[in-house]
């Protein structure tokens, strides 16, 4: 009895955050002071700075919220949608699902630290599902590489396939065109950006006999031909046309006009019968070749190299009656072209040795 009544007289109460009982009146006052406390420890502790540049990083926060993307790849910006993103199961659709971290900077674009510059074909490839790929085989390769990085599988083992044809079938990098008509050969000259020397060779057309030394002579032309075309391989465009009616002739090109000209067949009247006679004028073949390198690039728009290019095909004077220069128009207003040919006619008799031969024009 006496028990029950001290624990009566004993206070309602609870211990507080100091150990120190309290009665109950005073536990909504320490319940507060707590409160208040842990609000005051919360906010004096000391918050992070975000990324230098002001970017902020989205641990797997992913990109499947939005529709669009907006893609900063070492400075190349790029703009798509995360539908083409996630074509294949790549690097990229793990960045839009949120299995990869990505970076936003702080107008929004994610930041991938890699070069940008074979970025968009990497874009075009997921959009498409194929892509031209370039002829160079070190752009490939580096193709290869960002292929590899995203580990988008197809454009890898395109590149593959790529790089095995360029190993098994080995392609020459000088290639001559042939003309195969002259609606053709107009187009090409006019849309090729580098000079262009053609080589005009029908020896079907040829209705007479050749003289002794014409064959040795067309075979020199046709070897001057493939070692000029070697020798400024990328620079001039050489093409070969075996459908006109000059036996060996060649023209030279700039910005889609015709320059020069050097015809290398004569006729030669002999005592029964008349006779083709071919040469191989090598040194005047040459000369025009880089007369017309003026040309390269647009080099010869200017002034300048008008003059520069007219002057030097007025300096070489070759033999008497073997050069004339025709107006391409009427008025005089077109840029002349230099017609380089034999004009005259020789009449002998190869077979008499010792006999004066006569020349005719």
């Not at 209705?207 to 001057?224: F, G, P």
């Not at 090109?253 to 067949?265: F, N, P, Q, S």
């Not at 009449?347 to 004066?356: A, F, K, L, S, V």
């Amino acid at each position: 009895m006496r028990r029950r009544l001290a624990l009566r007289k004993q206070p309602f109460g609870r211990y507080g955050a100091n150990g120190l009982f309290a009665p109950f009146n005073t536990v909504a006052h320490l319940m507060s002071a707590e409160a208040s406390a842990g609000s005051v420890a919360s906010e004096s502790l000391p918050v992070p700075p975000p990324p230098a540049g002001g970017r902020e990083e989205k641990a797997g926060a992913g990109l499947a919220g939005s529709k669009y993307v907006k893609l900063n790849v070492g400075g190349s910006l790029h703009y798509t949608t995360v539908q083409t993103l996630c074509k294949e199961d790549s690097m990229l659709r793990s960045m839009c699902n949120g299995g990869v971290e990505v970076t936003i900077d702080s107008e929004g674009w994610v930041v991938l630290d890699r070069c940008g510059r074979h970025f968009g074909l990497v874009l075009n490839f997921l959009r498409d599902g194929t892509v031209p790929l370039p002829d160079s085989q070190r752009e490939i390769e580096e193709i290869l590489t960002e292929a590899q990085y995203y580990r988008v599988q197809g454009l890898v083992q395109h590149c593959h396939a790529a790089l095995k044809k360029r190993t098994e079938g080995f392609e020459g990098t000088c290639r001559i065109p042939m003309i195969t008509s002259a609606k053709e050969e107009q187009r090409m000259i006019a849309t090729c950006r580098k000079p262009v020397v053609k080589l005009q060779n029908n020896r079907g057309n040829n209705k007479y006999s050749y003289t002794s030394n014409s064959d040795d002579n067309l075979l020199k032309n046709i070897e001057l031909f493939d070692k000029l075309g070697l020798r400024f391989n990328g620079r001039v465009l050489f093409v070969k046309d075996v459908l006109g009616d000059e036996i060996c002739c060649w023209s030279f090109y700039g910005e889609g006009r015709k320059i020069a000209e050097v015809c290398c067949t004569s006729i030669v009247y002999a005592t029964e019968k008349k006779q083709t006679k071919v040469e191989f004028p090598e040194a005047r073949i040459f000369e025009e070749t880089l007369n017309i390198l003026i040309y390269e690039n647009g080099r010869g728009s200017g002034p300048g190299g008008v003059a520069l290019l007219e002057s030097g095909g007025v300096s070489s004077s070759p033999g008497a009656g073997q050069s004339e220069e025709e107006g391409a128009g009427a008025g005089g207003g077109d840029r002349r072209v230099r017609r380089i040919h034999v004009r005259r006619h020789i009449m002998h008799d190869e077979r008499g040795h010792g006999q004066q031969t006569v020349y005719k024009d």
